[in-house]
Nanobody, 125 residues
Framework: QVQLVESGGGLVQAGGSLRLSCAAS???????????IGWFRQAPGKEREGVSC???????YYVDSVKGRFTISSDNAKNMVYLQMNSLKPEDTAEYYC????????????????WGKGTLVTVSS
């Protein structure tokens, strides 16, 4: 069992930065032979989309709309995952979720086994 808790959301002006954190409890995710940890977001009235993801067998993934602005990182010793978000835009406004797959290294929503409850990011223009 893995529990995920996101933090770091808030209200920021366009062009600003936020750093989201995801704290995972339970077994250290990096001890799994295959794993993927992702950040997803859901804006009001829109479907949830994958934002960024890291896994045990590949380079970090970023959706095109955040490339060059967002950076995903992890601290395996602390079982933490971060999402540094720079140059934020109003269209980045959404509830951001951390999710982990402990059975695959696939960075897709359907592959995630556990989800956090989300943290709200609001970017004002």
């Amino acid at each position: 069992q893995v529990q995920l808790v996101e933090s770091g959301g808030g209200l920021v002006q366009a062009g600003g930065s936020l750093r989201l954190s995801c704290a995972a409890s339970g077994r250290t995710f990096s001890t799994f032979s295959r794993y993927a940890i992702g950040w997803f977001r859901q804006a009001p009235g829109k479907e949830r989309e994958g934002v960024s993801c890291i896994s045990n067998d590949g380079r970090p993934y970023y959706v095109d709309s955040v490339k060059g602005r967002f950076t995903i990182s992890s601290d395996n010793a602390k079982n933490m995952v971060y999402l540094q978000m720079n140059s934020l835009k109003p269209e980045d406004t959404a509830e951001y979720y951390c999710a982990v797959s402990i059975s695959t290294s696939v960075c897709e929503e359907y592959a995630m086994d556990y989800w956090g409850k989300g943290t709200l990011v609001t970017v004002s223009s």
